[in-house]
C-alpha cells in the first residue's frame, strides 16, 4: 500500500473508489468500506450528525465538480455494450426457436418461451450475491472477466439447442456465470464521486438503449433457416450465426477488458497480480471439485488451529505439514493476503431500514415489469391473429431496435432537464405509472388485417406508441433507480453532503 502523498504503485492514474470522495470528515476516511468513525465533529465543535444526501436533488452544488473519469467510463460503456448486444440477440427469435423443438406443444409456446427466459432470470438471481461477494475480495475486474468467457461459452453452446431441456439448461447456466451488470454498475459508482455521480449514472442506460438497438437488430436479422451455403436446402442450425457474433463480441470484449479495464476496487491494490489470482482460483476449484482429501485452503487453518503439547512443542505433523507442503498452502483460499481484508461490517438494522427496503420493494416491482414487458411482447408479436399480431423475427428485431433509438434520445436529450425539474422520486414514480400505461394498451393494438391496406401503418404506428411509453418508463425509471440505490447507500455509510 503507496504512503499518503506516493503515487499509486504501477504508475496508474486512476480514481480511487467512492469512500474515499467524501472527505467532510475531521480524520481521514476509512480505507475499508466499514462504517465510519462513530464520532467525528465538525470544526465548530458541534455533533456529529451527518445530513442525508437529498433523494429529489440531481446534484450536490455545495462540492465542486470533479472531472468524470472518461477512459474508464468508455471501458465500462464498452463491456455494457457488448453484454446489452448480445443478451438482447436472444428475444427476437426466441418464440419461433421454441416453436421448433419437438415436446413444445404450438398452443402453449408462451408457457415454454417463458419457462427459457425464467429459467435465465431465476440462475441470475440465484448467484447476484456471490459474484458481489467475489468481486469484493478479488477485485471487479477478474469478476468480469470470468463472467464475460463463460457468457460466450454459454451463447455457443445456445446456438446448437435443440430440444427444450437444452435451452433451459443453457439459460440457466448462463444466468449463473453472469453477473456483469452488477458489478459493472458497483464500478460506476467507485470511480465516480457524487459530483459527478448523476451525469455518469444518465449514460449507462444510453449505453443499454444502443445495446436495445444492435441486439435485436443482430438476432432478427441473422435468422437463416435455408442453409446460407447450400441453396435449397434446411439450414439444421438457423439460430447458430446469432449466437456466434454474440459470442465474438464477448470476446472482443474480453480482450479489451483484460488491457484496458483499471481495478476499481480500492483494496484489490494490495493483492497479488491478476494473473495469480485467476491461477489460484482455479487451483480452488480444481482441488474443491475433485473432493481433494487435504485441500489446501483448509490447511492454513488446520496450521493455525494446532494446539500445542503440554511442554509447548508444536505437534510432529503439523510440523512436517507446513514444511512439506508450504507451497501447496499458497491458494486462493490459504493466503490472507489474496482477499482484501475488511473488519467492520454492518449490522442489519442498519442496512435494512425503512427506506431501504421501501425502495428495494419498489424496485422489484420496477424490474418485474420491464421484464415482464421484455418477455411477452416477442410472444405477442410473433403469434397468429387474433391472440398476436404475426410478426416475423425480422419485423420484431426492427421493432425492438427503434425502442432502442428512442432511449438514446430522450436520454439524451429530454431525461436530465425532467429529472432536475421533478427529481429521482418523481421520475421514479413515472416511470412505474407508465409501465402500467403501456401493459395496458398493448392488447388494444391494432391488426394487420382489420382494415386494409391501412392495417398494417396503423399497427405500426400504435405499436410504436406504446413501445415508446414503455422505453421513457424503462429508461427514466432504471435512472432514477440507480441514482436512489447510490444515495441510499451513501446513508447506509454514514457520509455527509
Given at each position: 500500500m503507496a504512503a499518503k502523498g506516493e503515487p499509486i504503485p504501477g504508475g496508474l492514474n486512476r480514481r480511487k473508489s467512492s469512500t474515499p470522495h467524501y472527505q467532510t470528515f475531521p480524520t481521514p476516511p476509512p480505507k475499508s468500506r466499514g462504517r465510519p468513525p462513530t464520532s467525528p465533529t465538525s470544526s465548530s465543535g458541534q455533533g456529529s450528525h451527518t445530513n442525508p444526501p437529498n433523494y429529489d436533488g440531481a446534484a450536490d452544488q455545495d462540492h465542486q465538480n470533479s472531472p468524470l473519469p472518461k477512459k474508464q467510463l468508455a471501458m465500462l460503456a464498452v463491456i455494457a455494450l457488448a453484454e446489452q448486444t448480445a443478451l438482447n440477440s436472444i428475444s427476437p427469435y426466441l418464440p419461433e426457436m421454441t416453436s421448433t423443438f419437438p415436446e413444445v406443444d404450438v398452443g402453449q409456446i408462451g408457457l415454454y418461451v417463458g419457462t427459457i427466459a425464467s429459467s435465465f432470470a431465476l440462475a441470475q438471481f440465484a448467484t447476484n450475491f456471490f459474484w458481489g461477494w467475489l468481486s469484493d475480495r478479488i477485485g471487479r475486474k477478474p469478476v468480469v472477466m470470468l463472467g464475460t468467457i463463460l457468457t460466450a461459452a454459454c451463447f455457443i453452446a445456445f446456438g446448437f439447442c435443440k430440444t427444450l431441456w437444452q435451452a433451459i439448461v443453457v439459460q440457466a447456466l448462463m444466468g449463473l456465470v453472469n453477473g456483469n451488470q452488477g458489478v459493472i454498475s458497483t464500478c460506476l459508482g467507485e470511480i465516480t464521486d457524487r459530483s459527478n455521480q448523476s451525469k455518469a449514472f444518465v449514460y449507462l442506460p444510453v449505453i443499454y438503449g444502443i445495446g436495445g438497438i444492435t441486439g435485436p437488430a443482430l438476432g432478427g436479422l441473422l435468422v437463416f433457416q435455408n442453409n446460407p451455403f447450400k441453396k435449397g436446402k434446411k439450414n439444421p442450425y438457423p439460430y447458430l450465426l446469432p449466437n456466434l457474433f454474440s459470442a465474438t463480441i464477448l470476446l472482443i470484449d474480453l480482450v479489451l477488458t483484460g488491457f484496458l479495464?483499471?481495478?476499481?476496487?480500492?483494496?484489490?491494490?494490495?493483492?497479488?497480480?491478476?494473473?495469480?489470482?485467476?491461477?489460484?482460483?482455479?487451483?480452488?476449484?480444481?482441488?474443491?471439485t475433485g473432493s481433494a482429501r487435504h485441500p489446501a485452503y483448509l490447511r492454513h487453518q488446520v496450521h493455525h488451529n494446532s494446539s500445542p503439547r503440554v511442554d509447548g512443542i508444536v505437534g510432529e505433523d503439523t510440523e512436517d505439514e507446513t514444511t512439506d507442503n508450504e507451497s501447496e498452502t499458497q491458494t486462493l483460499f490459504s493466503m490472507p493476503e489474496m482477499f482484501s481484508n475488511n473488519n467492520h461490517h454492518l449490522t442489519s438494522k442498519e442496512i435494512f431500514s425503512r427506506d431501504t427496503i421501501l425502495l428495494l420493494g419498489t424496485y422489484l416491482v420496477f424490474q418485474l415489469s420491464n421484464i415482464s414487458f421484455n418477455s411477452l411482447y416477442p410472444i405477442f408479436a410473433s403469434a397468429p391473429e387474433p391472440t398476436g399480431r404475426m410478426l416475423s423475427p425480422e419485423e420484431i428485431g426492427l421493432s425492438l431496435s427503434f425502442a432502442g433509438i428512442v432511449t438514446i434520445v430522450f436520454q439524451v436529450g429530454i431525461f436530465g432537464k425532467l429529472?432536475?425539474?421533478?427529481?429521482?422520486?418523481?421520475?421514479?414514480?413515472?416511470?412505474?405509472?407508465?409501465?402500467?400505461?403501456?401493459?395496458?394498451m398493448m392488447p388494444w393494438v391494432g391488426h394487420r388485417s382489420s382494415h386494409p391496406p391501412s392495417a398494417k401503418v396503423w399497427l405500426w404506428i400504435e405499436l410504436g406508441f406504446v413501445l415508446l411509453v414503455k422505453t421513457v418508463a424503462a429508461v427514466g425509471g432504471l435512472t432514477s433507480a440507480l441514482l436512489l440505490v447510490s444515495l441510499r447507500i451513501m446513508i447506509i455509510y454514514g457520509f455527509q453532503r
Open positions: 479495464l483499471e481495478e476499481s476496487l480500492e483494496e484489490a491494490r494490495d493483492l497479488p497480480p491478476l494473473k495469480k489470482r485467476v491461477e489460484s482460483l482455479f487451483s480452488w476449484l480444481w482441488q474443491f429529472r432536475e425539474k421533478m427529481g429521482n422520486k418523481r421520475t421514479y414514480r413515472a416511470g412505474l405509472f407508465l409501465f402500467f400505461l403501456s401493459m395496458m
